[in-house]
Structure formats: structure tokens, C-alpha cells
């Protein structure tokens, strides 16, 4: 067995091409292996900035030979008086064999003639020098380039290739680089200056050891976990906290191969600056790490006391680099950095926020929709709506309406600031501090920066309840407004981020555990909107139909994010009508948790088959789904069997319960449901049981109904028909 190490050698790679042209590689060789029916090897993959490999080890000298049986004509046609005809002879011709190679065979069918072919197995070698410049041709990625007079396209520059069969190289060239690349033993190590040494590879087993020795780091997760490590060391000798996030990680990881760390420090000065602008600089334009004594205040003005002077630079590291020059440099570019950010932040507190609005009527927020004023003017309107509507609803809920009217009509000021048009990702962070420094009180300046979260996944969600407010409002007035223009999600396409605007909503509902009636807030935003844009011809209803499908697909998103099983989402989301469906979206989030909950400890499994075995036979009726009270359908006076009896009687006890809209209630629900299941065994096959499709057609309704009424009183909860197992 033999091991194939292969290394493209290249100019210093972008960072994000790295580790999805590995991906690329590794699939298009354990493809190749496959179709060379080779078993699954074991292989290992490098990416670095200037160098991509892998070592795939175990391959075999050659290909095992591959024997193909092929079907021919009948044995009739081919044979006759023992002699072939030109039907076999024909056949043998066409598979290079002679005729008395041919071989009869019996089927189903009956006997027919089979050629047997064998292929010898090609050389590995052969076979991983023809398919090498290939693998390197076919790999994609954004902004590829041809350079010199060749043709090939490859993200930047190839200009070594080391491809190694154990200790023995294989004679591989590109022929469409420029100039032409042949495979070598040599790699290359870190660069010092314009120089690079070369690094005779001995054997390909041999290659990590090499480049180890040499500093560099070939393996990714191994470089980015010394990466961390060399961050997170530093950081506690300084007695500081990294704030090192996952993308900016990454990030570094593919920035260097020989990773080394040094510490600059920036001029006390600048810890006037807000702790977020400064770490937005080191982090967006430097790829720096920024170090943080204590957790950062989101109203704070400043970062004394909270961000530290230091911070870490991850370099390649070199014995010819001079430390010390290199930190005076890189000192050096964060001071224009924060210089800058200082005048953008004096400049735009020369004026209070509220003196930023005019400049809104200025900014078209989208075709059809007006300025940036107008929408601020529509937030204003709808977080009076949703604050009415959600106090209704959630009776312990006290809203500040004043300062809610000021944080909707200010919480869009900062996007004409200096600061945000040089950083967008601060926007909302910048407007509460300049919201702060222009007096405006705790609670508004909170609500503004809370009501773009979340912005993503990871990120929190609104801690306050005018921030939570502010931040449903503005998603409800962004949907509303897009959707009015005629624009939907397609695919990939979503530019004003209407997916996550929704997953936001839905989150912020839940997380806060707050009812909101969105049909009700759509239905009155959709004719306001119909007012609002006489231009753009709304239809209200047929707007709100359009939302109602978007937010039910998100909502059964959030609850597959939420770890629910699909068939308890349909059981959840089937068990009322799609506009129901949104009426309260926090119960359906419990409604599912608790079936999944019960489902994982083998509660649900008793409870499901009573109400399927009920609903089965309840369907062949015709009583309302919405009727869970016996006493309006069922008639005792008809019963014939104590079994009707106790049946009927668990089904008015738990009347009550299927008015229930708590998790309380529901378990209680559930719980008396799961109770019935020896009553119904005795009612379908005990020694008073009764034949439900009785002959008695009054007879037959009252049964069916009693049955009707156990799948209604478990519809409050979920469709169970829709459950599997």
C-alpha cells in the first residue's frame, strides 16, 4: 500500500477560497477513488495561503480486475446444430472474444448467450497522472483568474506542484499554466522578504513533519486551534478577554500558515471613543483582535474602563521579521483608523439625534416606498398599533407610550451619521449612544439599539419590552411595505432580508413568551397600506394572504430549528386553519414542545393511539370539528352499554380542559386523554363493548359522534392523524 501526497503550490490565496476548494478537492478524488473501485481510503486535507494538499494513504499498486458479464442473443438464435451462426459469431466480435469463449447460461427467460469480459486493472500511477491536472482544472470559486499566456483558471497563480507516490514522483504537469508547472519533490517554506526556501519532501508521510519543521502549520484545524491558543494565552498574561468571534477566527486561520502573535497597543486617547467603534476597526479593517477589560455598556460614550489599549496581531511568523517594526506599523494604521473614527464621532454629536431627521426625507428607503422619513413616520403609527394590540393580549404588559413614540421616530437617525455610513453594522448601537448624548432618556435609547436584534442567528435578542416592541414593529413594517411592492423571497434572492425579518419576529414572540394576534396586525397594516401607497394599487386581502403564507412557512422553520420532530410540526400546524395558525404563534411553539417533550420520554405513544384509533372511525361521521362538548351531540338515552356511559363521562370532565390555552391546561389535557385508553378498549373490544357502525342509524350518529367529540378535544392540541408511529 502506498501513500499520494499531493501539494498545488500558489501566490498567497484569499481567505475565504481556502477551505471550499479543499471541500472541492477531497470530494472530486474520493469520487475518482470510486470509479476506480478503490474502498474508501483514509485521507487528510491542507490548506494554507499558499499551498493546497491532501495525503491519501493505503491506495493499492493497481486496479483489481474488473469482470463484466454481458447479456447476448437466445441460445436458439445463436446455435444451431451446434454450430454458431452469424448472430454469435457477431456477438463475440462486438466483446473481442472468440466464439468458444462464449458461454450459455439459463434465465427466466430461458438460455441465452453471455460474453464474459475482464478489464485489467490500470497502475495507480497511471491512473493518478492523468486524472491530477483535473482535479486542479475543476476546482470553482469566485473571481478565478488566467495569468501569463496560459489558459488555466485558478484563484491565484500556480507555481509548484508536489505530487509524490510514497518516495517516488509522478511525472505531472499543467500544461495550461503559464508558465508550465511540473511536479516536483519540493516545497516551499515561509516567505522571508521576497525569498522562500525550498523543502525537499523525502517521502509523502514525510510531508507534515517537514513543514513543521520549517514553522509552518499545513493542517487547518490544528493552525486555527493554535491560533486560539496563542490569542486566548496572550490575552490572560494581559489580563484581559480576546473578543475573537467565530467569522473573524476563520478568518485568521486563512490569513496565515506559520502563525505567530504580537501585541501593539493603541494611544490611551482613543478610549474616548465608544468600545464598539474602536473594536469595529480593529476587527472590519485590520483583522486584529480587540482585548476587553469588562463587558462593554451598550449606552456607554466612551471605552475607559472597559476596553483594554492592547491588542493581538496574528502574523506569519519569521526569524528575519523585526518584531518591533512591525508593531510600530501596525500601531501606526490603527492610529489613522481611530483617528478617523474620532472625527466621525465628534462630528456627528455636534448635533442632537433628533436634528438627523430632516436629513431622512433625503434617503429613498426602497422604489414605491418613500424616504427613510416616511418609514420612520409608518414605525411610529404600527408601534402604537402592536403596543395596543400586544397590552390587550398580554394584560400584566405596561408600555411607556411616550417614550415608545421616541424611540420609533428617532430609532432610523443614525443611518445619515457619519459613523454608521463608515460602519453599517453599528447602526442601532451608534443611534442609542448619540440618543444618550443628546439626552434622550435609558428606556429610548435601549429600544434603539435593541430593535435591529436579532441581526443574525447568533445574536441576542431585544432584553427590553419597548425594545422587543420596536423591534416587532419594524419587522411588521418592513414585511408589510416589501410585500406591497410585489417583491417576495425567490430562492437565494432575498435583498432586503425578509427571511430573516420574519425569523426575527417569530423568535422575539417566543422568546418573550408574548400572544400577539398577527392576523389581526396584518389585516389593519395591509389596509393601511393600501393607503399609504396609492401608487403601487394594493389589494389588501390579497396581501395579507401573501404574508400569512410567508409567516406560516417561518413558523414551521422556527419550529424545526427548535428540534421538533417534521410530523409534530404538520400534527401542530394541521390542527387549525392556516389564519388560526398565526392568531398566536407562541402557542403553537408550546403545543409542539410539549408533544415532543412527552414523545421523548414515551408519554405521547398511549395518547396517540386512543385519539387515532377514535379519529379513524370518527371521520366516517359528520360532526363540526369545533364541537367538544358531548352534551350538545351525544345522546345518553341512546346508549346500550355502560361502556358508552364511562366513555362519555371522561369526555364531559375533560370539556372544560379543551377551552384551554396554557401548557397547563394542555397537559392536563393530554393527561386525562391518556387516561381514556382502558375505557375505549373496553368500549371497541371489552365484554360490553359496542359495534360503533350499528345498523340503527341514530344508534350509529350518537356513537360516531361520541368518538367525534375525543378528536375534537385533542385537535385543540395537534392533528394527531398526522402523527407518526
Known amino acids: ?255 496565515v500558515e506559520a502563525p505567530g502573535l504580537i501585541v501593539g497597543r493603541m494611544e490611551d486617547r482613543f478610549l474616548s471613543l465608544p468600545a464598539e467603534v474602536s473594536a469595529m476597526e480593529m476587527v472590519t479593517h485590520q483583522r486584529y483582535v480587540p482585548l476587553f477589560q469588562a463587558p462593554a455598556d451598550p449606552l456607554a460614550l466612551d471605552a475607559h474602563g472597559v476596553l483594554d489599549p492592547h491588542f493581538l496581531v496574528i502574523t506569519n511568523a519569521s526569524p528575519l521579521v523585526d518584531e518591533a517594526l512591525v508593531t510600530q506599523g501596525n500601531e501606526r494604521v490603527l492610529r489613522a483608523r481611530l483617528a478617523d473614527g474620532a472625527f466621525f464621532y465628534d462630528q456627528d454629536r455636534s448635533q442632537s439625534l433628533e436634528g438627523y431627521l430632516p436629513r431622512l426625507e433625503g434617503v429613498t428607503f426602497a422604489v414605491g416606498l418613500g424616504s427613510l422619513k416616511d418609514r420612520s413616520d409608518r414605525l411610529v403609527r404600527q408601534a402604537r398599533v402592536t403596543a395596543g394590540v400586544l397590552q390587550q393580549q398580554n394584560g400584566a404588559l405596561r408600555v411607556h407610550e411616550q417614550a415608545l413614540d421616541r424611540a420609533a421616530l428617532l430609532c432610523k437617525a443614525d443611518l445619515v451619521t457619519q459613523m454608521v455610513g463608515e460602519f453599517p453594522e453599528l447602526q442601532g448601537v451608534m443611534g442609542a449612544k448619540y440618543a444618550m448624548a443628546s439626552g434622550e432618556g435609558p428606556q429610548v435609547a435601549e429600544a434603539i439599539r435593541e430593535h435591529y436584534l436579532p441581526g443574525g442567528a447568533d445574536d441576542p435578542l431585544p432584553a427590553s419590552d419597548l425594545g422587543r416592541i420596536l423591534a416587532l414593529s419594524e419587522r411588521l413594517e418592513l414585511l408589510v411595505s416589501i410585500f406591497a411592492t410585489g417583491q417576495r423571497p425567490s430562492g437565494s434572492s432575498d435583498p432586503f432580508a425578509l427571511r430573516r425579518a420574519g425569523n426575527g419576529l417569530l423568535h422575539i414572540l417566543v422568546d418573550c413568551g408574548w400572544s400577539l394576534d398577527l392576523v389581526t396586525l396584518l389585516e389593519a397594516a395591509c389596509r393601511q397600506a393600501a393607503k399609504d401607497f396609492p401608487n403601487l394599487r394594493v389589494n389588501p386581502a390579497a396581501l395579507l394572504a401573501d404574508l400569512l403564507t410567508f409567516l406560516q412557512q417561518r413558523l414551521r422553520t422556527l419550529l424545526a430549528e427548535l428540534g421538533l420532530d417534521y410530523d409534530i410540526i404538520d400534527a401542530v400546524a394541521a390542527a387549525q386553519d392556516p389564519g388560526a395558525l398565526l392568531q398566536d404563534p407562541v402557542d403553537v411553539v408550546c403545543r409542539g414542545r410539549l408533544l415532543q417533550r412527552l414523545r421523548g420520554s414515551g408519554e405521547l405513544a398511549p395518547i396517540q393511539a386512543v385519539v387515532q384509533r377514535a379519529a379513524r372511525l370518527a371521520e366516517k361521521g359528520d360532526l363540526q370539528r369545533h364541537q367538544r362538548d358531548p352534551r350538545d351531540c351525544v345522546d345518553a338515552s341512546l346508549f346500550s352499554s355502560p361502556a358508552e356511559e364511562a366513555v362519555l363521562a371522561s369526555l364531559q370532565t375533560l370539556a372544560p380542559l379543551s377551552r384551554a390555552r396554557d401548557q397547563d391546561g394542555y397537559e392536563r389535557l393530554l393527561t386525562g386523554l391518556g387516561m381514556l385508553s382502558p375505557r375505549l378498549q373496553a368500549f371497541f373490544d371489552g365484554a360490553n363493548s359496542v359495534m360503533v357502525m350499528a345498523p340503527d342509524p341514530e344508534v350509529r350518529r350518537n356513537r360516531l359522534n361520541l368518538l367525534a367529540v375525543l378528536r375534537n378535544q385533542a385537535l385543540i392540541i395537534a392533528d394527531f392523524s398526522r402523527l407518526s408511529g
Open 1 to 255: 500500500m502506498a501513500s499520494l501526497l499531493l501539494e498545488i503550490g500558489t501566490e498567497e490565496l484569499p481567505a475565504a477560497f481556502c477551505p471550499a476548494a479543499l471541500a472541492q478537492l477531497g470530494r472530486m478524488i474520493t469520487a475518482s477513488l470510486q470509479d476506480w473501485h478503490f474502498d474508501a481510503l483514509p485521507s487528510q486535507g491542507f490548506a494554507t495561503p499558499r499551498r493546497l494538499g491532501v495525503l491519501v494513504r493505503d491506495l493499492p499498486p493497481r486496479q483489481k480486475e474488473l469482470v463484466e458479464e454481458h447479456k447476448g442473443p437466445p441460445a436458439q438464435q445463436a446455435f444451431q446444430q451446434g454450430r454458431p451462426t452469424a448472430a454469435a459469431q457477431g456477438f463475440a466480435r462486438r466483446w473481442g472474444l472468440a466464439v468458444e469463449d462464449l458461454t450459455i447460461c439459463a434465465t427466466p427467460r430461458g438460455e441465452f448467450v453471455f460474453a464474459k469480459v475482464t478489464q485489467p486493472g490500470q497502475a495507480t500511477e497511471t491512473l493518478l497522472r492523468e486524472a491530477i491536472p483535473g482535479w486542479i482544472a475543476a476546482i470553482q470559486g469566485k473571481r478565478l483568474m488566467r495569468w501569463g499566456t496560459g489558459t488555466q483558471r485558478f484563484s491565484r497563480p500556480i507555481r509548484w506542484l508536489v505530487a509524490l507516490l510514497d518516495d517516488e514522483l509522478l511525472p505531472v504537469q499543467l500544461e495550461q499554466t503559464s508558465p508550465v508547472v511540473s511536479a516536483q519533490a519540493n516545497s516551499y517554506g515561509p516567505r522571508q522578504g521576497w525569498r522562500c526556501d525550498p523543502l525537499p519532501i523525502a517521502t509523502a508521510e514525510a510531508y507534515g513533519a517537514t513543514l513543521h519543521k520549517a514553522g509552518i502549520v499545513p493542517d487547518r484545524q490544528q493552525r486555527q486551534a493554535h491560533i486560539r491558543h496563542l490569542i486566548e494565552s496572550k490575552a490572560a498574561e494581559l489580563g484581559a478577554v480576546p473578543q475573537l468571534k467565530p467569522a473573524l477566527l476563520e478568518e485568521l486561520t486563512d490569513l
